[in-house]
């Protein structure tokens, strides 16, 4: 299906969207939607014939554990209510611990890199295989940005993306913003990774803007899409003409005119670049597209379900698989690893979560990583709960990265703001601070708090 340019849909920016020429269609954050009290802006759009696509962040595809049934079930009944043509998600990791390592259950509040290994490609096959079967339309993946690289890793990008195209036949949404930002952050050259992976296999692309600061490159979506983001944009249109490009915008949001703009810039790049001569179905002459019955490609357009069960498909031996070189993950011989995969990734991802520097990970760069976790997750907890910082003031950010330091999210960002101020009426507070504290927390929390929260809110009740 040709989607055409589109733009992410936000509340902030509904009405500037509806107002926006040549929008094609439009992108929503799954876990942002009800099915059965859609936005009435969304659903002006769809009446007006405008494509609406569930993007997904919270499945964890990337994860130890198997896709939770409750999440697809979700996902799913999202798609039907928009009647989207496809859903999609990230291959990124969102939360470790619990049942399989016998640990707390731990959320990273962000979406974080899978190792590129074979453990993580075979566990990431089953889950897709899982979210396939349960989902009523095909499933798109999205790359992600990075901070840090998992040691030890057995294939590029392209290479990881490349062999999960072909155990599942899964559509993929390549952001191109994010070859750019593990290009600065990671060293990453995103023409080779455009070169190794199925670009016949690309759903839609997306188109970011970010920041670099002190030689990092944050992916923020809350900036201008620049030169460098085009410039990837350029080498994905000279290979393919994607059927669909959707500009990203989550914060900080410009004046309509401006994002006019952007998409424009878009327009501009995808006119200059495509490739010659053009097919009537957005193909390039060169790439295999079975619409026109070519046998070599792959068919993405409704892969079957269960098609990708990497669960029984044979391990490849070393000479097998992908890219110059490649063999199996070293063996320590005084620490022989678990012999399930599930089991090897779920302790690789705790580890990342809870321990202070895992061994093999770059200090500096998992620093970087932490602070910038904790300033999402403080943006999140001030829009879960946006009577904190009318009540701390300036405050508010410094005492919620003092406490993020050694608190990851534990059940969600309603609990992590209950636990803040917790913690907050576990310390000397200004006695006013301390009493709007204690309400919100009564107001908004089903058990007691601990030790010496507890005691202030039983003596604020008394004195109410």
Request: charged content about 25%; hydrophobic content about 40%.
């Amino acid at each position: 299906m040709e989607l055409g340019i589109g733009i992410g849909w936000r509340p902030e920016i509904a009405d500037a969207v509806e107002r926006l020429p040549g929008v094609d269609w439009v992108e929503a954050v799954a876990e942002n939607l009800c099915p059965g009290h859609l936005p009435e802006s969304l659903v002006r759009l769809r009446r007006r014939g405008v494509t609406v696509v569930p993007h997904g962040v919270s499945l964890g595809l990337g994860g130890a554990d198997r896709p939770d049934p409750g999440r697809l079930a979700e996902l799913a009944a999202r798609a039907e209510a928009l009647s989207a043509p496809l859903v999609t998600e990230h291959i990124a990791f969102v939360r470790a611990g619990g049942a399989l390592t016998a640990s707390p259950r731990l959320e990273a509040g962000h979406l974080l890199p899978v190792p590129r290994t074979w453990d993580a490609l075979e566990v990431l096959c089953e889950n897709v295989r899982i979210a396939q079967d349960c989902l009523p339309v095909p499933l798109a993946l999205e790359n992600i940005a990075a901070l840090v690289n998992w040691p030890d890793e057995d294939m590029t990008e392209g290479q990881f993306l490349a062999e999960l195209v072909e155990r599942t036949g899964v559509r993929l949404l390549i952001d191109v913003a994010n070859l750019h930002t593990n290009r600065v952050n990671r060293g990453e050259d995103p023409a080779k990774a455009l070169a190794e992976l199925p670009v016949e296999a690309i759903a839609y692309v997306h188109v970011a803007g970010g920041v670099e600061k002190d030689g990092v490159w944050h992916d923020t979506h809350a900036h201008p899409v620049g030169a460098e983001v085009l410039g990837v944009l350029a080498e994905l249109v000279s290979r393919v003409s994607p059927r669909g490009v959707l500009l990203e915008r989550d914060d900080a949001f410009p004046p309509e005119a401006e994002l006019a703009g952007e998409l424009g810039a878009i327009r501009a790049v995808l006119a200059r670049n495509s490739p010659t001569p053009s097919r009537d179905d957005g193909s390039a002459p060169d790439t295999p597209n079975p619409a026109r019955g070519d046998e070599s490609a792959p068919d993405t357009s409704n892969p079957p379900r269960g098609a990708g069960n990497c669960a029984t498909s044979r391990p490849r031996s070393a000479d097998e698989r992908v890219g110059p070189g490649a063999k199996p993950p070293a063996v320590d011989i005084a620490h022989p690893p678990a012999a399930d995969p599930r089991l090897r990734l779920a302790l690789a991802q705790a580890s990342l979560l809870s321990a202070p520097v895992p061994h093999g990970f770059d200090p500096i760069r998992l620093r970087v990583q932490a602070r910038a976790l904790a300033a999402k997750r403080a943006d999140v907890v001030a829009k879960v709960a946006p009577e904190l910082p009318r009540i701390l003031g300036d405050a508010y950010r410094p005492a919620y990265l003092a406490y993020a330091r050694s608190r990851p999210v534990r059940d969600g960002y309603r609990r992590d703001a209950l636990d803040f101020v917790e913690s907050l009426l576990e310390q000397d507070l200004d006695g006013d601070v301390a009493r709007q504290l204690g309400r919100w927390w009564k107001e908004r929390a089903g058990a007691r708090p601990r030790g010496r929260a507890a005691r202030f809110l039983k003596g604020l009740i008394r004195a109410a």
